[in-house]
T-cell receptor, first 116, second 114 residues
Framework: EAGVAQSPRYKIIEKRQSVAFWCNPI?????LYWYQQILGQGPKLLIQ????????DSQLPKDRFSAERLKGVDSTLKIQPAKLEDSAVYLC??????????????FGPGTRLTVT | GESVGLHLPTLSVQEGDNSIINCAYS??????FIWYKQESGKGPQFIID?????DKRQGQRVTVLLNKTVKHLSLQIAATQPGDSAVYFC?????????????FGQGTELSVKP
């Protein structure tokens, strides 16, 4: 079974520039998550999608971050404009969804963003 | 200036010894407590979980203990191997509140000396 795919794996940009990350979840997984992991910390949820609808975006800095999952499969996360403190690993995860007998989330390898 | 991450707690053990990694959690209403392993350059990988109504659960070479009185979770790794070197995170999840959001704790970096 193919895992969660993310691209790019690494990105270096200057502050105030824009960047976008892409995620392809495991086939059949209805729920998709974006996490931000700052160096030395555990992942923090930014946004959770159920199919193409947003379930939780309470910790997404909406003045600069946006995310979409238009067809309920792939998702993109965008930062515009980037700040130095956005330097982190951005992880995508997916799960079957509620009522499927398991809550388990499967994580992709992440995109390491460096803002200079 | 450049932001600096928190310094992770570290645990260094000799190959073949047992390892114990500890975690304190905050939400008494969480349904499951989970341990994840994260190797360098990879996403977190599920190791083992324990339901909130249990005290102990065993897997292959791993045991998780839950002490709800003091809100403490531990992961025991038997006969630690070099491949166990990674950062270990505990996490908690409440399935019926917060939409099943995983809340991660601070990690512990395990180093295994050959």
């Amino acid at each position: 079974e193919a895992g969660v795919a993310q691209s790019p794996r690494y990105k270096i940009i200057e502050k105030r520039q824009s960047v976008a990350f892409w995620c392809n979840p495991i086939s059949g997984h209805a729920t998709l998550y974006w996490y931000q992991q700052i160096l030395g910390q555990g992942p923090k949820l930014l946004i959770q999608f159920q199919n193409n609808g947003v379930v939780d975006d309470s910790q997404l800095p909406k003045d600069r971050f946006s995310a979409e999952r238009l067809k309920g499969v792939d998702s993109t996360l965008k930062i515009q404009p980037a700040k130095l403190e956005d330097s982190a690993v951005y992880l995508c995860a997916s799960s079957l969804g509620p009522g499927q007998g398991t809550y388990e989330q499967y994580f992709g390898p992440g995109t390491r963003l460096t803002v200079t | 200036g450049e932001s600096v991450g928190l310094h992770l707690p570290t645990l260094s053990v000799q190959e073949g010894d047992n390892s114990i990694i500890n975690c304190a959690y905050s939400n008494s209403a969480s349904d499951y407590f989970i341990w994840y392993k994260q190797e360098s350059g990879k996403g977190p990988q599920f190791i083992i979980d324990i339901r909130s109504n249990m005290d102990k659960r065993q897997g292959q070479r791993v045991t998780v203990l839950l002490n709800k009185t003091v809100k403490h979770l531990s992961l025991q790794i038997a006969a630690t191997q070099p491949g166990d070197s990674a950062v270990y995170f505990c996490a908690e999840i409440s399935l019926y509140n917060q939409g099943g959001k995983l809340i991660f704790g601070q990690g512990t970096e395990l180093s295994v000396k050959p």
